[in-house]
């Protein structure tokens, strides 16, 4: 069974731009989540999404955004990059067939975004 | 507020000696803990989960309620154990969350 995959592995962008990355979860895995790892601050919990509805949001600025299709892949957008945005975006799935608490999660190998 | 606690950045030990990476948290409720592994140029991985109280690779991990803590343990290190340890809680029901500690860096030296 083919893991969790993200698109692109790596990209650098410019302060002002926008970026959209995207995640396909492995295959039955209706909830997707996504994360933000920086050195200094570890891994935030950014968004999760369960049958394209947001089902929580972490404490980030409304430049960050995310959506969920009827596939369940997932994308999540930054507007208006800022230099602090730069970090390592992992995606995560889970079955999810609890309803949320205590499910493994499966990371992709994540999307490495530099803004300058 | 629920908080996942990892006191130590780096911990290095001579292969063959135990090892104990240390796991606090905060939590109002009964938690679910976990901890994640990543090895250099991998992504991150299960390792395990309390409730299923088992060892992998030779480490294992005891929920204890009262010190509120996680610790992860394998009495002898291997070269082939140094990663970035990650401890986690999955959040309340209905959060849909994990909360992640700021991770640990284990190094084996020969």
């Known amino acids: 069974k083919a893991g969790v995959t993200q698109t692109p592995r790596y990209l650098i962008k410019t302060r002002g731009q926008q970026v959209t990355l995207s995640c396909s979860p492995i295959s039955g895995h209706r909830s997707v989540s996504w994360y933000q790892q920086t050195p200094g601050q570890g891994l935030q919990f950014l968004f999760e999404y369960f049958s394209e509805t947001q089902r929580n949001k972490g404490n980030f600025p409304g430049r960050f955004s995310g959506r969920q299709f009827s596939n369940s892949r997932s994308e999540m957008n930054v507007s208006t990059l800022e230099l602090g945005d730069s970090a390592l975006y992992l995606c995560?799935?889970?079955?999810?067939?609890?309803?949320?608490?205590?499910?493994?999660?499966?990371f992709g190998e994540g999307s490495w975004l530099t803004v300058v | 507020a629920q908080r996942v606690t990892q006191p130590e950045k780096l911990l290095s030990v001579f292969k063959g000696a135990p090892v104990e990476l240390k796991c606090n948290y905060s939590?109002?409720?009964?938690?679910?803990l976990f901890w994640y592994v990543q090895y250099s140029r991998q992504r991150l991985q299960l390792l395990l989960r309390?409730?299923s109280r088992e060892s992998i690779k030779g480490f294992t991990a005891d929920l204890n309620k009262g010190e509120t803590s996680f610790h992860l343990k394998k009495p002898f290190a291997q070269e082939e154990d140094s990663a970035m340890y990650y401890c986690a809680l999955s959040g309340p029901s209905g959060t849909y969350k994990y909360i992640f500690g700021t991770g640990t860096r284990l190094k084996v030296l020969a």
């Open positions: 309390h409730i």
């Open positions: 995560a799935s889970s079955l999810d067939s609890q309803g949320g608490s205590g499910n493994t999660i499966y």
């Open positions: 939590y109002s409720g009964s938690p679910e």
